[in-house]
């Protein structure tokens, strides 16, 4: 079943809202927030991946949670009383309950060992609540989730022979003004009876009064209705489930032992209608043995009942990612679910226009058409509405950071688990909106700089308090929009980076000169060189097999940066900074022994036509650039890519001075420059292979396609070599 | 056509009640919470009410009781989703007005059986 | 002439106040009923339209529920009520 499988897709994509609701919950009151409501979307969160899982007869993951559950339920009853170390309890079981879902969500069930040590935690606090501890009850009989013990009423009654037998009943039924009241009907109980065998109705109106004092809105007809029938007692029951207390019910067996001994007679009628006519309101009519009578089961003691949950201000989550085309429903007038196909279409169509519209531009401009001319402001309006499309249309598919964000705290707690650090996660702008194909690939650097941060930013709780710090460390993930990017910074308030060792360590591992003179920053930002490692002995944390130097490059192939600045005693923070889409770039285009290139224009600072006197020449192929106080290496893009031979002359040519983050500054040499124009990203990985040096591809304006330049990488590739000769790096003097 | 209004803060439940009930020839309109299916009712009325308990902003007890004070509804068949046989919660949704109620998980099945019971 | 009154196609426990109060300004006089739109009947409009024949044969007046609807025909066996409304007699004429 198709559509069964696609509502499951959207189980587990809810599961994971609501498994982060739960937790971001949970934190909030461990932070200490004592709202009342936290602790009803708590519950909530809990008892809704229960009901879809049970939906879904994932049985695991819903004995897991129906243990969760009852134990929220009692702290929301206010059974349990919500101490720290309960708090910090049931994050460990929310932990649990999302490995469950993971584990369903590949078809499997979640670990049993820590589930069972799990379940035994929190039964021993469902227990031992206020409440008077029950007795240890056979699994069937656990309490719910409002603690109490459900006992199965109907089964209770004596043994009746079983098997598909023929029988008759009487069943007599006067239903009381609550049933109407209700919306049940009278006609309704009737027609259920008779889908059960034939039957035969008797109207008694003996109760019904004179027109006049008729008040239409009280009961008074009662119906008898002999039922011929093979079902078993409790089908005929289940006709009165919703009735139950609201109509007084006889069913009586006939011509065999009736179901509750004392063969008096058969009922009186007349006597069940008098009865019930006086106890109309008092639901139980005064009968005896002989009738089973259901309205008893209703009135038993009332049970404690939770409070009605107050009002709550939890946001309904949305989903664009959701499989489910709209189909004329109304779920949320705020909201419409589309396939994220047709959005990711939508946007290669408007990118599609964007080229054409800047390939109508050239053509017209071509034809000798002024800017200012109709012509020339038409296309100035095209060009302006078409940017506005694509704008309107890369917001449909932004989303908050949320949802990665999210994820995050169970990471740190993992991590302070593993390294016996105290760590207390701190995030900020979690609504901060990108679009999707970042979402997609900022968790991984987030997930390394938050190891990083607390592996070796932070300190021991020993060595904080010989600091003169609280034992718990903070480290603080957040998210920003700056200058049309987007800014993700990790900071812990840890020792900070020891530049002594780090520049020791860059010096024994030949990554710079011995006497290279560095600023500070630049030697924070050592640890990002390939191959380097601060810890002494490769920790199991950070030293999963991937350095800093590996998250650089994988934030480089998003078109991002990442740095780090420190101040030691006080902690570090990484800055990671990518663009806020991966489908369009502002770019710079530029001409190098006649091919077209596109430079990214955020790496660019400013361009130069440099005098002939500031160009000097260092060796047989390097060369820097003064340009004001300090040297700049030049980097000849043609030679580098290897599509050229012999140099261009900075003199004759255009310099883009850029800023790479492996070496600082550079300056990029070009024949000449086209100017500035937004670009649609063509992925060269997934249309050809990845080139080194090279980031992507576009479509130009006349058609042509131009590479867009990895910056960092292609200044990457022009350092290595001169940075590990002996001579002094020069790379960024002062 | 049978209107049947699903209220459920669950995107999956939504989904469940859609298609078991798409499955038994009803008109299906769908709210988020109980405030949400207040403002659903009022535009555009309904035969039948499926309103789960637990829901943020007015729960499924509140948002009885509030379709219930509304004359148009008196009559109107609201059925709660309930998970587990909870008598509590049973009593309770039915001093709020509720009519009966669909334990979960349900059947699609078992579903159109409990609306049939309650609605002509 | 008997006057007639048109019934509601829902009789249900919306309606029961409305149809006694309708019945009521009919008191007196002979009154056919026209039940050819109802879709519903319920067991307390039931209960107004028993009493209502029950009075109007005492003061002598006809009451008669004539056209009905298969819906209205139907409910009225399924409650065994067809005598107490007076159905039975001219059960052949019903409409179908």
């Known amino acids: 079943m198709d559509e069964l499988e696609?509502?499951?897709?959207?189980?587990?994509?809810?599961?994971?809202?609501?498994?982060?609701?739960?937790?971001?919950?949970?934190?909030?009151?461990?932070?200490?927030?004592?709202?009342?409501?936290?602790?009803?979307?708590?519950?909530?969160?809990?008892?809704?991946?229960?009901?879809?899982?049970?939906?879904?007869?994932?049985?695991?993951?819903?004995?897991?949670?129906?243990?969760?559950?009852?134990?929220?339920?009692?702290?929301?009853?206010g059974k349990t009383a919500l101490r720290p170390d309960l708090v910090k309890l049931l994050l460990r079981a929310a932990d649990v309950l999302a490995d469950h879902v993971a584990a369903a969500k590949l078809g499997g069930e979640g670990d049993a060992a820590s589930t069972t040590a799990m379940v035994e935690e929190l039964e021993t606090w469902i227990s031992g609540g206020p409440a008077p501890s029950p007795p240890a009850l056979p699994a069937d009989l656990q309490p719910n989730e409002d603690g109490i013990v459900f006992k199965p009423v109907t089964l209770t009654l004596p043994e009746v022979d079983e098997g598909p037998r023929e029988e008759v009943w009487t069943i007599t039924f006067q239903p009381m003004d609550e049933l109407y009241a209700k919306a049940n009907e009278a006609g309704l109980l009737i027609r259920e009876i008779e889908r059960l065998g034939k039957i035969d109705v008797e109207l008694l109106d003996d109760a019904l009064p004179i027109f006049d004092n008729l008040d239409p809105e009280t009961a008074h007809f009662a119906w008898k209705v002999r039922l011929r029938t093979d079902v078993p007692e409790e089908k005929i029951r289940e006709v009165f489930e919703f009735v139950e207390g609201h109509c007084s019910t006889t069913i009586v067996r006939e011509a065999s032992p009736p179901v509750l001994v004392e063969a008096d007679a058969g009922p009186d009628i007349a006597a069940i209608i008098a009865a019930a006519q006086a106890a109309n309101m008092e639901a139980e009519p005064a009968f005896t043995p002989l009738k089973v009578d259901v309205a008893a089961v209703e009135s038993q003691p009332p049970v404690a009942l939770a409070p009605a949950a107050p009002v709550a201000q939890v946001a309904q989550p949305t989903s664009p990612r959701s499989p489910q085309p709209p189909q004329g429903e109304k779920v949320n007038q705020a909201t419409i679910r589309v396939d994220p196909e047709r959005i990711d279409k939508l946007i290669d169509l408007v990118g599609e226009l964007v080229i054409n519209q800047a390939m109508l531009a050239q053509r017209v401009a071509g034809h000798g058409f002024a800017a200012s001319s109709d012509v020339g402001r038409g296309l100035d309006e095209l060009e302006q509405l078409t940017r506005d499309i694509q704008d309107s249309v890369m917001a449909i598919r932004a989303q908050p950071?949320?949802?990665?964000?999210?994820?995050?705290?169970?990471?740190?707690?993992?991590?302070?688990?593993?390294?016996?650090?105290?760590?207390?996660?701190?995030?900020?702008?979690?609504?901060?909106?990108?679009?999707?194909?970042?979402?997609?690939?900022?968790?991984?650097?987030?997930?390394?700089?938050?190891?990083?941060?607390?592996?070796h930013g932070l300190e021991t709780p020993e060595e904080r308090v010989a600091a003169g710090k609280p034992t718990e460390g903070t480290v603080r993930l957040a998210a920003l929009h700056r200058g049309g990017r987007i800014v993700i910074e990790v900071g812990d308030d840890g020792k900070g980076i020891n530049r002594p060792r780090v520049r020791q360590i860059a010096i024994d591992r030949g990554l710079i000169a011995a006497d290279a003179q560095l600023t500070d920053e630049e030697v924070d930002n050592l640890i990002f060189l390939p191959g380097f490692s601060t810890a002494s002995t490769v920790s199991d944390i950070s030293g999963r097999g991937v350095g800093m130097d590996v998250v650089r490059k994988s934030v480089q192939g998003l078109g991002g940066r990442i740095s780090i600045s420190s101040r030691p005693g006080?902690?570090?923070?990484?800055?990671?900074?990518?663009?806020?889409?991966?489908?369009?770039?502002?770019?710079?285009?530029?001409?190098?022994?006649?091919?077209?290139?596109?430079?990214?224009?955020?790496?660019?600072?400013?361009?130069?036509?440099?005098?002939?006197?500031?160009?000097?020449?260092?060796?047989?192929?390097?060369?820097?650039?003064?340009?004001?106080?300090?040297?700049?290496?030049?980097?000849?893009?043609?030679?580098?890519?290897?599509?050229?031979?012999?140099?261009?002359?900075?003199?004759?040519?255009?310099?883009?001075?850029?800023?790479?983050?492996?070496?600082?500054?550079?300056?990029?040499?070009?024949?000449?420059?086209?100017?500035?124009?937004?670009?649609?990203?063509?992925?060269?990985?997934?249309n050809y292979q990845q080139v080194p040096g090279i980031a992507a591809a576009t479509i130009l304006g006349d058609g042509r396609v131009a590479l867009i330049l990895d910056v960092d990488a292609l200044v990457a590739m022009r350092k290595r070599e001169p940075l590990r000769m002996p001579e002094p790096s020069i790379q960024a003097a002062e | 056509m049978i209107k049947v209004l699903t209220v459920d803060d669950s995107r999956t439940m939504r989904d469940m009640l859609r298609l078991a009930l798409a499955g038994g020839g009803f008109t299906v309109i769908q709210a988020v919470d109980g405030e949400h299916g207040l403002e659903v009712l009022n535009e555009s009325g309904a035969d039948v009410i499926i309103t789960d308990i637990n829901m943020p902003k007015l729960d499924g007890f509140g948002f009885i009781e509030r379709v219930r004070e509304d004359a148009a509804y008196r009559a109107t068949p609201i059925l709660v989703l309930t998970t587990e046989s909870d008598p509590a919660k049973k009593v309770r949704a039915r001093e709020a007005g509720a009519t009966g109620w669909i334990v979960k998980p349900f059947h699609p099945e078992k579903l159109l059986d409990v609306i049939r019971k309650v609605a002509a | 002439m008997a006057s007639t009154l048109c019934l509601d196609p829902v009789l249900d426990l919306k309606a029961a106040q409305p149809l006694k109060a309708a019945l009521t300004e009919h008191r007196g006089a002979s009154v056919q009923l026209d039940a050819s739109n109802v879709e519903r009947l319920g067991g307390l409009c039931l209960q107004v339209l028993v009493a209502a024949r029950r009075a109007w044969s005492e003061e002598g007046h006809d009451l008669t529920i004539e056209p009905r609807s298969a819906a209205f025909s139907a409910a009225a066996a399924l409650f065994a009520a067809e005598d107490h409304l007076g159905l039975k007699v001219d059960k052949d004429g019903a409409v179908p």
Do not use: W
């Open chain 1, 6 to 77: 696609e509502i499951k897709i959207t189980f587990f994509q809810e599961c994971d809202e609501l498994l982060g609701d739960l937790e971001s919950g949970l934190l909030s009151i461990d932070a200490g927030d004592t709202e009342p409501e936290l602790v009803n979307a708590v519950f909530r969160a809990v008892h809704s991946v229960k009901g879809g899982a049970g939906a879904f007869g994932l049985e695991a993951l819903v004995r897991f949670a129906h243990v969760f559950e009852t134990l929220l339920d009692n702290i929301r009853g």
């Open chain 1, 401 to 455: 950071v949320k949802s990665v964000f999210q994820r995050m705290p169970r990471l740190v707690r993992e991590i302070a688990g593993q390294t016996g650090k105290q760590v207390r996660l701190v995030t900020d702008g979690e609504n901060t909106e990108v679009d999707k194909t970042v979402i997609e690939r900022i968790s991984e650097p987030i997930t390394h700089m938050l190891r990083n941060a607390i592996d």
């Open chain 1, 570 to 686: 006080f902690g570090s923070t990484f800055t990671l900074s990518l663009p806020l889409t991966l489908a369009v770039l502002d770019g710079m285009v530029i001409d190098v022994a006649g091919q077209t290139l596109v430079v990214p224009l955020t790496a660019i600072v400013e361009s130069l036509r440099p005098a002939a006197a500031e160009v000097k020449k260092l060796g047989a192929q390097g060369g820097v650039l003064a340009v004001r106080d300090a040297y700049v290496p030049l980097v000849d893009i043609g030679r580098v890519l290897g599509f050229q031979t012999t140099e261009i002359d900075p003199a004759e040519g255009v310099v883009l001075l850029v800023d790479s983050e492996v070496g600082g500054r550079a300056a990029l040499v070009a024949d000449s420059i086209h100017g500035q124009r937004q670009v649609v990203i063509k992925s060269l990985e997934s």
